[in-house]
């Protein structure tokens, strides 16, 4: 039987197959008219698993976004919920529609949870958010985003200048004295990851070829060693990564940050200042 992972990654697989070809023959491939993707996202990748939206976790984004390739997301966990085990962002109608899955170790807490980042959005579309509890059951969050063009939008730099920040980290870490009044008290982090996240469908104005697609696929992010989260994405996270996320205190509070991308090129940081 396949691993949640493996659907994850065959769905991200099926997305660029098919733009693949759309891009090879000059043409889209947009879904047709009427088309609801989720249906077959929530086939593919939850086994039609019954979700439902009972506010276990909430879901911020704008109506109208002002930037497609820059799409501010946030999404909360309230102390009721308890443990969870993962978190995963959907866009239904982007080309690979399983944004990130983020998996919460011990330093998430048990608390209230907030996790938020930028995301690119191709076309007006549902965004959703879905917590997996251990025993298995699926909480959704549902909000309908108008965008357009975000996953093949231009980079902000070309590819060469791009690559020469490449894996960049900044780590810093908030204390926010209403957080700390909180049962259990967490504290805020955020990581700040320089990388372009090319996603295939970018082409070159001088050559006119389409970039090649190189992302952060893989993020672990831990306090004093102990898990935070850990993450698994796909092309629609925004170029240079960005997440602030809360976390439960520990003795020294160091964040611990570790990501590597499709190239296999390994980046490494602390909150204490320490990367390579």
């Given amino acids: ?25 000059g043409v889209s491939a947009p ?4 088309d609801d993707p989720w249906q077959d996202i929530h086939r593919d990748v939850f086994d039609s698993r019954a979700v439902v939206e009972d506010g276990l976790v909430t ?26 085990k993962s978190l995963t962002l959907v866009i239904d109608k982007n080309p690979s ?7 919460f170790g011990e330093a998430a807490g048990k608390g209230e949870r907030m996790l938020s980042t930028r995301v690119r959005i191709d076309m007006y ?17 549902t909000q309908f985003v108008k965008a357009s063009g975000g996953c093949s939008a231009a980079a902000s730099k070309d590819a060469d200048e791009a690559l020469a920040s490449l894996g960049k980290i ?22 700040m990851i320089r990388h372009p996240n090319f ?14 697609m190189r992302i952060v696929s893989e993020l672990d992010v831990k306090r004093d060693g102990a898990l935070i989260f850990a993450m698994e994405s796909g092309i629609s996270i925004s170029e240079n990564p960005n997440f602030r996320f809360t976390y439960v205190p520990g003795n020294e509070n160091v964040i611990e940050v570790t990501a590597k991308d499709t190239e296999g090129k390994v980046f490494t940081a602390t909150s204490a200042g320490k990367a390579s």
Wanted: without cysteine; glycine residues 6%.
């Fill in 1 to 25: 039987m396949a691993t949640r992972k493996q659907k994850i990654g065959a769905v991200a697989f099926a997305g660029a197959l098919v733009l693949s070809l759309g891009l090879s023959l």
């Fill in 31 to 34: 879904a047709a008219a009427g």
């Fill in 59 to 84: 879901l911020e984004a704008p109506y109208r976004a002002e930037d497609a390739a820059v799409v501010p997301i946030t999404m909360r966990i309230p102390a009721s919920a308890g443990e969870v």
């Fill in 97 to 103: 529609p399983v944004v990130a899955t983020f998996h």
């Fill in 125 to 141: 579309s549902n965004v959703r958010a879905i917590v997996e509890t251990p025993d298995g059951k699926l909480h959704m969050a």
């Fill in 170 to 191: 900044q780590v810093r870490s908030f204390e926010d004295a209403a957080a700390k009044d909180r049962s259990p008290p967490v504290r805020e982090a955020q990581v």
């Fill in 199 to 212: 996603t295939g469908m970018q082409m070159d104005q001088v050559t006119r070829q389409y970039t090649p």
